[in-house]
């Protein structure tokens, strides 16, 4: 793997990324409130992920054997990022239906796990790797999550 040359940009973007994601879900807790508990929950997880990712990057900076690696162009998050914003103003558009939302979100989820979406940071360090444990705990428990609702609610 390639080390970053400008680890902070990919930081940045993955972290609007997150921001992105709890803007989409916050959508759905509006737009469906039949659902708020479950879109909001998911919304302040995305939330604390952010948090996370802050916290690597200060991992990054304060511990040598830590560090960003470049696994995908920035442009990629930023097309996701263009993405998740659009299905954000489809929301609330009078014919989208739960059903859509669901298989928004776990289109994106899913996306995050094959992709290995967080696999930018490397590091030996005990805080590094506990907090991309977590990462990977919450995103799969995103997944695992939506998708039982969604097959509830008529996919698949």
Request: aromatic share 10%; hydrophobic share 45%.
């Amino acid at each position: 793997m390639k080390i970053a040359m400008s680890p902070g940009a990919i930081i940045e973007a993955l972290r609007e990324h997150e921001l992105a994601i709890a803007g989409l879900y916050e959508a759905y807790a509006e737009v469906f409130p039949e659902c708020e508990d479950l879109w909001a929950g998911l919304a302040m997880e995305e939330l604390q992920h952010a948090k996370w990712i802050d916290a690597l990057y200060a991992n990054v900076q304060n511990n040598p054997q830590d560090f960003v690696v470049e696994r995908f162009r920035i442009g990629a998050i930023e097309h996701s990022i263009e993405y998740i914003k659009q299905q954000t103003a489809a929301a609330y558009q009078g014919d989208f239906m739960l059903i859509n939302a669901l298989s928004t979100a776990v289109q994106l989820e899913r996306a995050l796990l094959e992709n290995k979406y967080f696999e930018v940071f490397e590091g030996d360090s005990a805080s590094t790797r506990r907090t991309l444990a977590l990462l990977g705990e919450s995103t799969r428990g995103h997944y695992q999550k939506l998708h039982r609702f969604w097959r509830e609610n008529g996919g698949g």
